[in-house]
């Protein structure tokens, strides 16, 4: 089926998703939106980011021709995912759901833990899909301000990446979780520190894959799947500086990642 597959993110910890389905989904177009622009989501009003990611999914659909949209955001998942799915005809694949899978999924002692921005958090959206699941854990969440400015500008090591994170995690520390769902695509870029302030004992669960494979199966469903063996093109957009997004986002993609455009499109 022809058509690309459109996702958006505040920024850069999309590409996390991208590289799972370019991995996943070698034969699929990918138009990837980083709203740079008006990042970060996490601190900004549910409602404006609600209007930010209908407004994005209606750009993919209309202007690119998106078969599927991936909200590669959990706080705009959070935030908007009902009105995005109003919004348009295609199938729409969310975040969360199969992170929460996943983290059910991993943990043995049924102590986990959720980390995500403060708008995520505070939406209730991570309590409310682990109830769905009907698997009885216990849920310990905290918000991590501060992270995904770090990645936003590279930074992803260093004495203070651990201090923020030492402090940040400190209730998932003491609550003796055995597995940690990354609730944010920015947050695997720090998987490292996490992991070293979290201790071998913790499982760290990004849901990039799992919403990789979950893509895989809805276009399957749908009779989108491209099942050919041609090589997919990726194109990647940025609402800011596209320059520094090209830069930034091949560090953390990889060579796919080798131009960027403005969005909205400056020929209209």
């Not at 609730?183 to 520190?193: D, E, Q, V």
């Not at 992991?195 to 199966?217: I, K, N, P, Q, Y």
């Not at 809805?218 to 997004?245: K, P, T, Y």
Request: aromatic share 6%; with cysteine; charged share 20%.
């Amino acid at each position: 089926m022809s058509g690309p597959i459109g996702m958006f993110d505040s920024g850069f910890g999309g590409l996390t998703v991208a590289r799972a389905m370019i991995d996943l989904l070698p034969s699929e177009d990918l138009v990837y939106i980083g709203d740079t622009g008006r990042y970060p989501y996490g601190s900004k009003p549910l409602d404006d980011v609600r209007g930010f990611a209908t407004e994005i999914t209606r750009s993919l659909v209309d202007d690119y021709g998106a078969k599927a949209i991936v909200v590669a955001c959990n706080t705009a998942t959070a935030a908007g995912l009902d009105e995005v799915r109003a919004a348009i005809d295609v199938p729409v694949i969310d975040v969360i759901t199969p992170g929460v899978k996943a983290l059910v999924a991993t943990t043995t002692t049924g102590r986990v833990g959720v980390i995500g921005t403060v708008g995520t958090v505070s939406s209730g959206a991570y309590p409310h899909a682990i109830a769905e699941t009907g698997v009885p854990v216990s849920l310990t969440s905290a918000a991590c301000p501060g992270f995904v400015e770090f990645v936003e500008r590279g930074k992803t090591t260093g004495d203070e990446v651990t201090v923020l994170a030492e402090r940040l995690l400190a209730p998932l520390v003491a609550a003796d979780v055995d597995a940690l769902l990354l609730g944010c695509t920015h947050y695997p870029f720090l998987a490292r520190t996490i992991g070293e302030v979290m201790g071998h004992g913790v499982t760290l669960v990004s849901s990039a894959d799992e919403t990789a494979f979950a893509v895989r199966r809805r276009l399957g469903e749908a009779g989108l799947l491209r099942e050919d063996d041609r090589q997919g093109a990726h194109r990647f957009a940025s609402s800011g500086d596209i320059d520094v997004f090209r830069e930034l986002g091949g560090r953390l993609l990889g060579p796919e990642l080798d131009h960027t455009e403005p969005w909205p499109s400056t020929s209209g």
